[in-house]
């Protein structure tokens, strides 16, 4: 076991601030990584605030962080992918039982044994995981993934989850050419979604509530932009399209977006609000429409996401920050304000 430094919340509603955790020393199957960059998701600030209590109740204290890229400081004696020196990426998952249905399918996120980054038990120290807000972590090395070697690393960070987050339900749905797709909510995943549907050849629209995002939204690879809260841009629009992500952080009409998805067609939430959503059932069926949801995606399609992003030069667009100014942060993703992602630059828990 060693010490690392990280950011903690001691709290829902403490601020994030300087801590020291406890790290295994790594085993024979293990990498231990020094993380260089983590980017912020939403998901953090859920997590950190308790947000998520009636699903996945946070333990505190609680070092967040799924967005990981590093330096690979350590491999035990059976690791053959990665050796000191490399580069290593780490998302929402750190371990799965690897025998069960879902992970001989490649859908380690919903095996039943399976560890998340942080707050899942950590069956090595007691306690529970702890994430990439830290100074290094230690991870199975199946779980460790390569960046194609041309990305940017603060904004390869942000494809750990909000990337592969995005990319998998596309994938799933056929977003391509000749599809009409849909995005709500430009931040961090609705950005990453954008580029996808645009990398994949659909014609792609933006819903926002932000006015001021419209330009960079179509630099990003939109085709047309919507401001949702114009009743009548949004009916334009009604019955046309084959797919919509949903990757709002917070409580929003669905009813609104189902209408305008086209017979057969299908809106996908990733977004994860803290409370249920009032669904017409009437607007799914009329039009055998579907509303569906997505977690994350597998490490086989989070390196497949990661290799399609080096070939199409794919990264996320990063704001980075020091940790010293998480909680600020924090206070502009409720703000909608995150051009698109923070990333931190780690380097800089050095100074605590
Ligand atoms: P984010 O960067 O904060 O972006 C959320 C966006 O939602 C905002 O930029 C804003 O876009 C829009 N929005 C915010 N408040 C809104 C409101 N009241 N009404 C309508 N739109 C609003 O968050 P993120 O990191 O992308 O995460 C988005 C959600 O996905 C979070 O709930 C997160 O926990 C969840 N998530 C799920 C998974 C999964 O596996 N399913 C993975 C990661 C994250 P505009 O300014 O364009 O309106
Ligand atoms: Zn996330």
Known sequence: MYKTKAYSAASATSALAGATISRRDPTEHDVQI?????????SDLHQARNEWQSVMPTAYPCVVGHEIVGRVTKVGAAVTGFKPGDIGAVGC???????????????????PGGVFTYN?????????????????????HR??????????????????????????????????KGKKAGVVGLGGLGHMGVKFAHAFGAHVVV??????????????????????????EMRKHAGSFDFILDAVSADHDLNA????????????????????????????????????GSLIGGIRETQEMLDFCGAHNIT???????????NEAYERLLKS???????IDMASLKAE
């Open 207 to 232: 819903f926002t509530t932000s006015p001021g995002k419209k330009e960079d939204a179509l630099r990003l690879g939109a085709d047309e932009v919507v401001i949702s809260r114009n009743a009548d």
């Open 257 to 292: 977006y189902i209408q305008l998805l086209r017979r057969g067609g299908n809106m996908t939430l990733v977004g994860a609000p803290e409370r249920p959503f009032p669904i017409a059932g009437f607007g799914l069926l009329f039009g055998n429409r579907s509303l569906s």
């Open 34 to 42: 020094e993380i260089l960059f983590c980017g912020i998701c939403h």
């Open 143 to 176: 779980f460790v993934l390569h960046v194609p070697s041309s990305l940017d690393l603060a904004g390869a960070a942000p494809l750990l989850c909000a990337g592969i987050t995005t990319y998998s339900p596309m994938r799933r749905w056929g977003v391509g």
């Open 120 to 140: 899942s038990p950590d069956k090595h120290l007691g306690g529970v995981t702890y994430g990439g807000y830290s100074g290094s972590i230690v991870v199975d």
């Open 316 to 326: 996320s667009d990063v704001e980075v920050i020091p940790i010293q100014k998480v």
């Open 93 to 111: 998952l750190v371990d799965s039982d690897h025998v069960c249905p879902e992970c001989q399918s490649g859908f380690e996120q919903f095996c």
């Open 337 to 343: 304000d995150v051009k698109y992602r923070f990333s």
